[in-house]
């Protein structure tokens, strides 16, 4: 469904409204939450932004944002620097993904920037969001039976990614010394 179809209303989508259980305790499957927050989540973007899609200088909530860009030649300069900008934390957030870094952040915080501009990118940071809140509803409903291997596994990937780093760039120097000793008796992180 694309921004100029109109969909339901986000409470008529599924009767959980954003849970991942029915009024009846039942957990529901997850295609069914996923479907319902991305309704929600082009209805928000339908109220938005209108069945045109875009992004009107005009009604720009923020005062000095909106002074910018409904001058022309500011708004132009500023929709340039805020792409340069997006794109720059984009760019530096990729390398530190795989090194010891706040890579994800950075390249969220990048594209947040491009969604205050672009409409293709504020349709990306929300479909993020529905998949996210999606995923989040879902597992809250999950019994803790199916909830603690889920926990244990993304704390294994965790370590996991944590040891490529360090294997990577090595244990830190600047690590108290008891840190630095414990991590250096980590298979694969010895010094050569």
């Not at 706040?102 to 990118?121: K, N, Q, R």
């Not at 996210?132 to 704390?155: G, N, R």
């Not at 630095?180 to 298979?187: A, G, I, N, T």
Request: aromatic share 10%; with cysteine; net charge positive.
């Amino acid at each position: 469904m694309s921004i100029d179809e109109s969909p339901e209303r986000a409470e008529d989508v599924a009767p959980g409204r954003g849970r991942g259980k029915t009024a009846e305790g039942e957990r529901r499957s997850y295609r069914v939450v996923r479907d319902e927050q991305h309704a929600i989540v082009r209805q928000e973007l339908l109220l938005r932004f209108g069945t045109d899609g875009r992004i009107d200088a005009h009604e720009d909530p923020i005062r000095w944002r909106r002074a910018v860009r409904t001058h022309p030649l500011g708004g132009l300069v500023y929709r340039t620097f805020i792409a340069v900008l997006g794109l720059a934390l984009i760019i530096a957030g990729i390398p530190m993904v795989p090194l010891v870094g706040p890579g994800w952040a950075v390249i969220f915080i990048g594209l947040f920037l491009w969604s205050t501009e672009f409409i293709w990118a504020r349709r990306v940071t929300q479909f993020v969001k529905a998949e996210v809140k999606a995923f989040e509803q879902y597992t809250m409903a999950l019994p803790w039976k199916l909830k603690i291997p889920m926990l244990l596994l993304s704390a294994a990937f965790g370590w996991f990614c944590f040891w490529v780093a360090l294997l990577i760039t090595g244990v830190p120097g600047w690590l108290p010394d008891q840190a630095e000793d414990l991590l250096l008796r980590v298979p694969g992180l010895q010094p050569a």
